[in-house]
């Protein structure tokens, strides 16, 4: 059975979408951006923050959804730019020093908002 996963510890949804949805045993998160729990979009913010903040966020609503980023069985990263793509990995790593998941990064045209990356990730309770 689908669960909705709502968290105040990440940014609300900006649209017609959940933080994540869950069945007995995955989660699925949406794309988080690099906006703060409060709303603050940091879209002038480096690639580093920007990827920081978004895994920040996928790490809060995966906790809500009683799983961690050790659970984390396939994250992806859209990349606006797709030559800050060492920036975002650099930060990235720092997040899953072991045992990191399978991962996509891919280049995209415009992301919402004008931020330079988005992250979801799929993981296992």
Do not use: H, W
Request: aromatic share 6%.
């Amino acid at each position: 059975m689908k669960e909705i996963v709502d968290t105040d510890d990440a940014p609300a949804a900006v649209g017609a979408y959940s933080q994540a949805t869950t069945t007995d045993d995955l989660v699925f998160t949406a794309g988080q951006l690099p906006m703060t729990p409060d709303g603050e979009l940091l879209d002038s913010a480096s690639v580093a923050d920007q990827t920081e903040q978004a895994l920040s966020n996928v790490e809060a609503v995966l906790a809500e959804a009683g799983a961690s980023m050790d659970d984390v069985l396939k994250a992806t990263v859209f990349l606006n730019d797709i030559d800050d793509f060492d920036e975002m990995n650099e930060t990235y790593g720092t997040f899953f020093q072991s045992d990191p998941p399978a991962r996509s990064a891919v280049g995209v045209d415009a992301l919402p908002k004008g931020v330079a990356i988005e992250i979801e990730a799929v993981a296992v309770k």
